[in-house]
């Protein structure tokens, strides 16, 4: 919605409900003895000055509220102003450390895309929960995870990751709930 569009709506409830509040004000249950400019002037006006801020306020909150809440869209960001990937969470298959560099594996219509963001791994998890760390310079999503290759690579949809010992444990974990076939264990 344009400024002009809310402006136009915002004077449109005000209208409405200055006519509205008069009405009720000039019935015999209020019996009120206030002229309709006087009583926009004195009464109407400044409990709307009160409540706007209120209502743009909470408007803003709840709209905030309702995109987080239905988006799967995934906002990745960088120490740069201008590295930012924003990709759907499903689409998302890893993320790699290079120092002080993070390359952001993504499916695009089942092609493989890759971004480098200026973030350090340990900084981007917190923006990326639910991904399985598999080995110091790598994260990755676990509903990408296809086979074990040996016992320390696994494949991935349109690749292949190491993974170390120490996080071994994790990823047998994920197969062990997986649909995968039984063959595809790693040999230890």
């Excluded at 998890?125 to 990755?140: A, F, N």
């Excluded at 040996?150 to 047998?172: A, C, G, Q, R, W």
């Amino acid at each position: 919605m344009d400024l002009g569009m809310g402006t136009n709506i915002l004077i449109a409830f005000y209208i409405l409900g200055l006519l509205g509040c008069y009405l009720y004000y000039s019935t015999d249950i209020i019996n009120g003895t206030y002229s309709f400019e006087k009583f926009t002037l004195e009464v109407h006006f400044p409990i709307f000055l009160v409540i706007l801020p209120l209502l743009v306020l909470s408007r803003w909150y709840f709209n905030k509220k309702a995109i987080s809440q239905t988006s799967n869209k995934l906002l990745l960001t960088g120490a740069n102003r201008h590295d930012i990937l924003q990709i759907e969470r499903s689409d998302l298959i890893c993320v790699s450390s290079a120092d002080n560099y993070v390359e952001v594996s993504y499916l695009i219509n089942d092609e493989l895309h890759k971004k480098l963001l200026r973030i350090t791994l340990k900084n981007i998890h917190p923006q990326v929960p639910g991904l399985l760390k598999v080995h110091r310079s790598y994260l990755i999503n676990p509903s990408y995870f296809k086979e074990w290759k040996d016992s320390s690579t696994i494949f991935l949809t349109h690749m292949e990751v190491p993974v170390s010992k120490n996080y071994k444990k994790d990823v047998l974990k994920l197969h062990d709930h997986s649909s995968l076939k039984a063959n595809s264990s790693p040999q230890t």
